[in-house]
């Protein structure tokens, strides 16, 4: 990465094709399984040009080596599958559902033992450590929004000789860069807000050490975790815009958060950006913005958050995040969501339209609760 740059620059700039006479400005769609002899990739599951930049791209975006997957959960699988029968993960009790679903398959199944932490308190996590092999952190957690005091536990981890990875997808660089803080690695769901208009599923893995960095590479070749090279080109030329569209979802979140904190109808906001958030203080020590994901629980349960979230005109009822369009749903809605999420709980992506449209549709929509 070039240190000259700010992030904003950075995603215009990394991943470029070297500047020729005549030479192309964004690097080509490579489409070839197959290739002549004599180089380093030697065949098309171990490398291809469209993803290298892409991962050059992201890599300088996040300050260490990446590697790109066919999704996210293909980069979070790739990360366990590296761990010995019989290591032990510590996490959140309540965090993504896709990770915290494959960890209970593999500590029902006896291959890992997994402790299941609240990552907002920060000596419980600490507690749970003695024997870990990997931490696992998601902060903001996926879907309430609870901040994990990364410096601190990744040096407390670090000093007892745990892996730490952290899931960066909600944060993303723009916010806070886990590597700089001792992180072993960094996964994104590029899907989201890197590659930004909901187009393409894609995962990232990014790391400083060399060694680390090998095995993942191998994990990606032998169990084929491949990204497509339409794929990786369109995340990239999302990428692009990546700075442009979070900050302008990261504001309107931000205000759209303070509008909802004093809706009669809702009945708690959880977005670190808010004073009254008890993760803000934790969150103003060390990031550099809130994101751009609010959710909040209205009064009533379940049909009357489902209602609501049938309801918008303008703000689409489905799953997923970080696009340029703001998307909504009610999150227990899915069988594997924790149970710790409140029924009522809507959790909001708010994307890249005016935010006094967006308010105006949220206002319209809490009308049918």
Not at 21 to 39: E, R, W, Y
Not at 56 to 74: H, K, N, P, Q, Y
Request: with cysteine; proline share 5%; charged share 20%.
């Amino acid at each position: 990465m070039d240190k000259r740059f700010h992030l904003e620059t950075i995603a215009i700039t990394a991943g470029r094709p070297t500047p020729i006479a005549d030479g192309p400005v964004n690097p080509p769609i490579s489409l070839n399984s197959t290739l002549h002899a004599g180089g380093p990739i030697g065949y098309g599951r171990y490398g291809n040009e469209t993803w290298t930049a892409l991962e050059d791209a992201i890599g300088s975006l996040e300050g260490g080596r990446t590697l790109v997957f066919s999704s996210g959960m293909a980069a979070i699988s790739a990360v366990f599958s590296l761990l010995p029968v019989g290591s032990v993960v510590t996490t959140s009790h309540q965090g993504y559902s896709g990770t915290m679903t494959l960890l209970n398959s593999l500590h029902q199944s006896g291959r890992i033992e997994v402790r299941f932490v609240d990552l907002a308190n920060t000596q419980e996590v600490i507690s749970a450590l003695p024997g870990t092999s990997l931490l696992w952190l998601e902060s903001p957690t996926n879907p309430c929004l609870d901040i994990a005091d990364l410096p601190t536990l990744i040096s407390a981890a670090k000093q007892m000789g745990c892996g730490v990875a952290v899931d960066n997808t909600f944060a993303t660089p723009m916010v806070q860069k886990p590597l700089s803080f001792g992180a072993d690695m960094v996964m994104h769901s590029v899907t989201k807000y890197l590659a930004g208009h909901s187009d393409v599923v894609l995962g990232s893995i990014s790391t400083n050490d060399d060694a680390l960095f090998s095995r993942i590479s191998d994990s990606r070749k032998l169990n084929g975790a491949i990204p497509g090279p339409f794929e990786a080109w369109l995340a990239l030329r999302g990428l692009r815009t990546f700075a442009l569209r979070f900050d302008r979802a990261q504001s309107s979140a931000g205000e759209l958060a303070r509008r909802l904190s004093m809706h009669h109808k809702i009945t708690k906001v959880y977005y670190p950006g808010l004073q009254t958030d008890s993760n803000h203080e934790r969150a103003m020590n060390f990031m550099s913005g809130y994101g751009a994901v609010v959710s909040f629980t209205i009064i009533g349960g379940a049909v009357e958050a489902d209602r609501v979230c049938e309801a918008a005109e303008l703000i689409t009822n489905a799953t997923s995040l970080g696009g340029v369009e703001s998307l909504w749903e009610r999150r227990r809605r899915w069988a594997l969501e924790s149970a710790s999420v409140p029924e009522s709980l809507i959790r909001l992506s708010v994307g890249c339209e005016n935010v006094e449209d967006l308010w105006a549709d949220i206002e319209s929509a809490l009308q049918h609760a």
